[in-house]
């Protein structure tokens, strides 16, 4: 059982998973949440983005753009082979490449904001998921309508735009 003085971390914007304390950590990562005066007991901090200085920021951008080739690249050859085709890199950077880059980015700030907070020696807790509670893929485009009605999908693709 969580005392008073324990701190929450927010890692997800799915609202059933949060196990709120007084004072609770929003990742700068969100943007969504409008309606946090419904909990009038509880603080919420945003801790300080990271990335923001503009040195900061062209280096990223080279690394980010450099890994999302380097990803591009295998995701190619890799495509290539389950198809049994042989389109060059640029056919499967038109096709995939924006994807692929938001993705990168996406999860490069969630884990520098992640890693900025548990490096900040705030003593917080948070919950995690159980991969194995999800579906990765769906079997049809039934199932892709089905799934993309879920909560936490359309949390997900709203934070990764």
């Given amino acids: 059982m969580q005392s008073n003085n324990e701190k929450f971390l927010i890692t997800s914007g799915l609202e059933s998973s949060w196990k709120l304390s007084r004072k609770n950590y929003l990742l ?26 503009l040195s900061y920021k062209v280096r990223n951008e080279k690394f980010l753009n450099k890994l999302s080739l380097q990803i591009l690249s295998d ?27 938001i993705k990168v980015k996406t999860i490069f700030y969630r884990y520098k904001s992640l890693e900025k907070i548990i490096n900040s020696n705030k003593n917080l ?28 999908w359309e949390c997900n693709s709203t934070l990764s735009k």
């Fill in 28 to 53: 700068n990562y969100f943007n969504i949440f409008k309606n946090l005066n419904k909990y009038k007991n509880k603080k919420f901090i945003y801790p300080k983005p990271y990335g923001i200085k």
């Fill in 75 to 101: 995701l190619s050859k890799e495509l290539n082979k389950y198809l049994g085709a042989s389109f060059d890199n640029r056919y499967w950077t038109i096709i995939t490449g924006n994807c692929v880059r």
């Fill in 125 to 152: 807790y948070t919950t995690a998921s159980n991969i194995d509670d999800y579906i990765l893929s769906t079997s049809d485009s039934i199932n892709i309508v089905n799934a993309t009605l879920d909560e936490e």
